[in-house]
């Protein structure tokens, strides 16, 4: 049975994504309309530059005077694409206090201000769904917090960032260095012209947050994702990472501790065995892989970033909330009732492949391998190399156990203040074993 | 705000899967109440041996009067883990009509009478919902009909049986023919002492029939689906396929027609190149690669099969469904408004691989090229062999382009029809480029 009367819709932000969703709404009217139960109207759509040409949207649709549209009363959903923190945050807070529900693909402010903007949800009972912050259309958010909802997930490991892994796929399979890789992805799009989001890791942080927040049923602040981008990554790791049957990749890694009792965020660059299914992910592309109890291991693989990818997740949210609302009901809220200890960096526990410069001399091996006991970090495998141009040097290639991060950055910190140890060319965490 | 009294559940079946779910309702009890809102309580326990010993489950509880139990009216939700048609399916109904949403993994059952279930849920405002029905615990059903609901899917190509999956990728990886590999299988316990539901694709036909009733919103019958078994590919085929820089997977295959007004469903052996993610799907996984307008290429990887896998698939479901029931709502049912031709077999587009066994003589490449342009089947390559055995017999391989299946079938009958053809040594269909 069909309602007539449409549910109307307010877009915010007419962009890359914004004008993806509008195009979408027109011309799959009729799906929507049968999937919903209801057709669905576009209200408005709030734009900073009205004078652009807007192909398919009524101009009378147009205002620049967003808080005047999501305050109108008549809206029941406002879908969010502008980005950044504010006006974003409180024209979304100020749509809840004014009747409509909120799709959202704001990773950025999801990940600062996920708690405050779930309780404005949860007062005004309304629905707050944000499936494309994370991994564009992939669905990830929706399997976390209702698929695995009777199933207990230990750890999220995910390539987050299409422009991070076009690089380092691009490094991985030409030999090139970063910069030329970089260059290469800002001529073909892949990177914005300022990278520092995608490249330090900020981007990938933010997604780090909000999947450990869903998959734990703990607040995870973007303050407590350890966060280190991947711009020092050289041809050199490479090799080292294919000598170890490994490539690298920029991961999200969020995890319980072992006791259950802790969780951990983090992004980094780390070396993953190729056998591992993200070591194939090529591209641009994103993939999370999620180990739970039950379920065991999943992969989610698609594009993680687009017009029309991200507008994908956006109407399977609206559509999903549209339904809710004509069923009088909302969808699941936030869910922290875990709370479990967000432990800091130093807690993570894993394995390290470490190169040192050191003297070419007998007796330094002894004295590293020492550092490395008296830290209580247990040595796998060592591999020295005297070098050819004899300058007295020779390299020291150590893998470790596993061990804690803290454990890890003592030993270190002790090997820097050795004679003999001349450098340490690089330090890179090695997952998914 | 956690309601109180707690919502009740009957499990029909303990078997592998049904005694996970009450374990992990059990064990997870606190962590399923925090997620639904209210505690859910094991409220009886339907099986056949009641003196079998059921750890964890107090003896009051089990029952072998499944009838009895689904009719009590008390129960909030049944969790039907038979598998089977009857008693299954009156057993679903009934439950429906004494007010009980269910939760199923029953694929047989789903693919047979899934729109007469779905029926009766709906005149009963009850939810019925099924994700461990397809590919255990990989989220699929609810990607596909809540996540892309504001997309258009065209296609999904999936692995939907681990076990023919175990045999062909230990047949691509060892050169082991196709009983050796099935033997290991049963020996491991990855097929059954009868194989036949999963060698000969009903297994994989069931899961396509419920895959393409919910990514094109038309029902699709299980006689809809084309059927055929992997008992007859060949170390052989997997020596072609590599020369083809390919491997071989049993795929089932959901494709929406180019002009979008049909869709076909089928399960077959194919080569797919080995650059495609579905190729690198080792042993008992399963993994659905969806293609959609606007997400693009999506892929759901995990385990297919096996007890705690299916259960935390199950559990996800029951969690929707309490929540639903506590919201006094039901989630999408069947969606079925697009109505779309289903077409039989002949009329899928795809590209083939043919082995032929010829005369070693002049003009028979000829002699078969005229064949194939008289059926309207463009030749994209051939490859000609002649046998060292000097039995005056040749190989001829070749790959087409793109033609319809009926087509081709025209093209096979009259090739077997030349004297100069001795036989049809293969023919093997090539997906996913």
Chains 1, 2 share one sequence.
Request: negative net charge; proline residues 4%; glycine residues 10%.
């Amino acid at each position: 049975m069909m309602r007539t009367r449409p549910l109307k819709v307010a877009l915010l932000g007419c962009g890359v994504v914004g004008s993806e969703v509008a195009r979408i709404m027109t011309t799959h009217a009729d799906d929507l309309a049968a999937r919903i139960g209801a057709p669905i109207e576009l209200a408005g759509v709030a734009v900073r530059r009205p004078s652009k040409v807007r192909e398919g949207i009524p101009a009378e649709l147009i205002t620049t005077d967003a808080t005047a549209l999501v305050k109108r009363g008549d809206i029941d959903v406002v879908v969010e694409v502008i980005g950044g923190i504010e006006p974003a945050r409180t024209l979304i807070t100020t749509a809840f206090e004014h009747g409509a529900s909120v799709v959202s693909a704001n990773k950025a402010l999801l990940a600062q201000d996920g708690a405050a903007l779930h309780a404005a949800a949860d007062e005004n009972d309304k629905d707050l769904y944000y499936e494309a912050a994370v991994a564009g259309a992939i669905p990830l958010i929706r399997p976390l917090r209702e698929s695995l909802a009777g199933d207990k997930v230990n750890r999220v490991l995910g390539i987050v960032n299409g422009t991070t892994n076009f690089i380092l796929d691009k490094m991985d399979s030409t030999g090139a260095g970063y910069q030329e890789a970089l260059d290469e992805a800002t001529a073909l799009g892949y990177a914005e012209a300022d990278p520092t989001a995608d490249v330090e890791g900020f981007d990938a942080a933010a997604k780090a947050a909000i999947l450990a927040g869903i998959a734990f049923h703990t607040r995870v602040r973007l303050d407590d994702v350890h966060r280190e981008g991947m711009t020092e990554v050289t041809a050199a790791d490479f090799a080292s990472a294919k000598e170890m049957g490994c490539t690298i990749k920029l991961l999200a890694i969020c995890e319980r501790s072992a006791d259950g009792a802790s969780v951990t965020a983090r992004v980094h660059p780390a070396m993953i065995p190729l056998s591992h299914p993200l070591a194939s992910v090529r591209g641009a592309y994103n993939a999370v892989f999620v180990e739970s109890d039950a379920a065991g291991q999943l992969m989610f693989y698609g594009p993680g970033a687009g017009g029309a990818p991200t507008a994908s997740a956006v109407l399977g949210d609206l559509v999903a909330v549209c339904r809710n609302r004509l069923n009088g009901a909302t969808g699941p809220g936030e869910s922290a009732y875990a709370a479990l200890t967000v432990s800091p960096m130093g807690d993570v526990v894993t394995r390290y492949h470490i190169s040192l410069d050191v003297a070419d001399k007998p007796g330094v091996l002894a004295q590293v391998a020492t550092v490395f006991a008296e830290h209580g970090v247990s040595i796998d495998t060592v591999r020295q190399q005297g070098r050819q141009d004899g300058d007295g040097e020779a390299s020291l290639v150590v893998v470790t156990h596993r061990a804690s991060d803290a454990s890890l950055s003592g030993t270190v910190e002790a090997l820097r203040k050795l004679d003999t140890v001349r450098g340490v060319a690089s330090i890179m965490r090695v997952e998914g074993e």
